[in-house]
């Protein structure tokens, strides 16, 4: 399981080094791929299985789940950990998540996500705002 929020720098050639603690669960090769609300989700391999198979089972008559499968398969990228833990991000990968110099790691669950410093605090900020409505929709669920 991953979580936790960590800082990271990019260097010159556009690698972005994985906190030590997530590394271990990642294994040597990773699925990167455009996220949702402009950041980066990082799979590991069995991860990214279990997606890719139930993207596979949308319905191909509607357009929202074509354009979908779209966003998340054709942006994916495979990615070799480094023995120094880092991994590439691709240029159109580093474009999407509006990456500069600096990074924002994030461990959710069965994911990595890679985020820009600012987008990151827009989110983080915003949740943590909303919090306590959050908790009432996912208790009205049974969720919380």
Not at 40 to 63: C, H, I, T
Not at 104 to 122: A, F, L, Q, T
Request: proline share 3%; with cysteine; hydrophobic share 40%.
């Amino acid at each position: 399981m991953f979580i936790g929020e960590y800082q990271h720098s990019l260097d010159p050639k556009k690698r972005v080094s994985i906190p030590t603690k997530m590394r271990r669960e990642l294994g040597d090769t990773v699925v990167v791929t455009r996220g949702l609300d402009q950041c980066l989700f990082v799979y590991p391999q069995k991860e990214w299985d279990l997606m890719a198979e139930k993207l596979s089972k949308l319905s191909l008559g509607q357009a929202d789940s074509r354009n979908f499968v779209r966003l998340m398969l054709a942006g994916a990228a495979e990615e070799q950990i480094d023995s120094l833990g880092r991994i590439l991000v691709p240029d159109y990968l580093k474009k999407y998540a509006g990456l500069d110099n600096k990074a924002v790691i994030v461990g959710v669950y069965n994911r990595i996500e890679i985020w820009s410093p600012d987008r990151w605090e827009d989110v983080r900020r915003k949740s943590e705002e909303n919090a306590d409505v959050l908790a009432e929709k996912l208790g009205e669920l049974g969720m919380y």
